[in-house]
Every structure is written in structure tokens, then in C-alpha cells.
Nanobody, 126 residues
């Protein structure tokens, strides 16, 4: 089992910034090729939307087109954490943001992520 705890959500005006953090604990080291930590977001009535993901080394990253150039994902493996720096926020970024874990390399498929955090609300006002 892997436990994920997010922090850093809140209310911000359009154009502002927020930084989300996620701490992973448990059996994260079971896969010899490492693991991926990613972020998804969800609005009521919709399926989870991929936002960003980073490989164990942090060298491989993926971003949704809607956040490229505005969001940055980063890893700190010494602390088993991943952060999502969100700049130039827009009202359409409003959602519950979830940290998620998968063994192996990054991809954008929610079904491939085996463990999820409880989510943190991000609200961007216009």
C-alpha cells in the first residue's frame, strides 16, 4: 500500500499562483524501475483529467496541453514528495486536485494509477 497526502490548495485570483505538495509513504520502493507521481483534477460530474506526471528521477515529465507553460511538476525523492507549481491560474483550473501514484514510467491514464490521495480544492476566481 502507498499513502498520499496532498496540501497547498486554496482560493486565488486569476493570474495568481499556488503550489501543491504531495507526500508519499508506504511501499514506494517495491518496483526496481521506480514509480511515477502525478496530478489529476476533477470537477463535479466529470472524469479525472490528467494534469502532470514525473518519473522517479524527475527527468521524464508529461503535461496536459491545457497547463503546459503554466504548471511545473518537480520531485524530491529524498523526501518522497512531488510538487505542482501552478502559475498564471485561470478560472477553468478550478477543481479538486489529486496526487496519484503508479509503478513504472509516466503516462496520462487515470486507470494506471493505483493509489490516490484525498484531494485538495483549488479555486480560481475571475
Amino acid at each position: 500500500q502507498v499513502q498520499l497526502v496532498e496540501s497547498g490548495g486554496g482560493l486565488v485570483q486569476a493570474g495568481g499562483s499556488l503550489r501543491l505538495s504531495c507526500a508519499a509513504s508506504g511501499r514506494t520502493g517495491i518496483n526496481p524501475v521506480g514509480y511515477t507521481l502525478g496530478w489529476f483534477r476533477r470537477t463535479p460530474g466529470k472524469e479525472p483529467e490528467f494534469v502532470a506526471a514525473a518519473s522517479w528521477s524527475g527527468e521524464i515529465t508529461e503535461y496536459a496541453d491545457s497547463v503546459k507553460g503554466r504548471f511545473t511538476i518537480s520531485r524530491d525523492n529524498a523526501k518522497n514528495t512531488v510538487a505542482l507549481q501552478m502559475d498564471s491560474l485561470r478560472p477553468e483550473d478550478t477543481a479538486v486536485y489529486y496526487c496519484a501514484f503508479k509503478f513504472g514510467r509516466p503516462n496520462q491514464l487515470p486507470a494506471d494509477f493505483a493509489f490516490w490521495g484525498q484531494g485538495t480544492q483549488v479555486t480560481v476566481s475571475s
